[in-house]
């Protein structure tokens, strides 16, 4: 369980540090097999929600966890998915999370709070 919290810790922080708007973590466990978390975040742009997937796989990668599946790295991709297994990070450009309103979906999930991990402007 340590692992996981330091990787979603890492996950938010990572995303945080290249300033993604509205990062959410969702615990999804107890609804689905697909893994326990979802991060969902979104960029201003498609090479700001590219940047932000990179920098999570970076600093991910930095502790030596590795993502089992990517999804969506393609040039102009809206939606980005890194498959860490436990942990599902879905990194949105706005107009495509405004339209997948994974949040509503997932609304039944444990919104867990982050506040401690993301810098104060």
Sequence with gaps: MAEKNNAL????????????????VIGVSGLTILGDYFVIANGTSTTHTRTLADEVEYKLSEMGIEPIHREGRGNGSSWIVLDYGDIIVHVF?????????????????????????????
């Design 9 to 24: 810790e890492a996950i938010v922080k990572a995303l945080d540090s290249k300033r993604a708007e509205d990062i959410e």
């Design 93 to 121: 450009y706005k107009e495509a999370r405004d339209f997948y309103q994974l949040e509503r979906m997932w609304a039944d999930g444990e919104h867990i709070d982050i506040s401690e991990w993301i810098k104060k402007d």
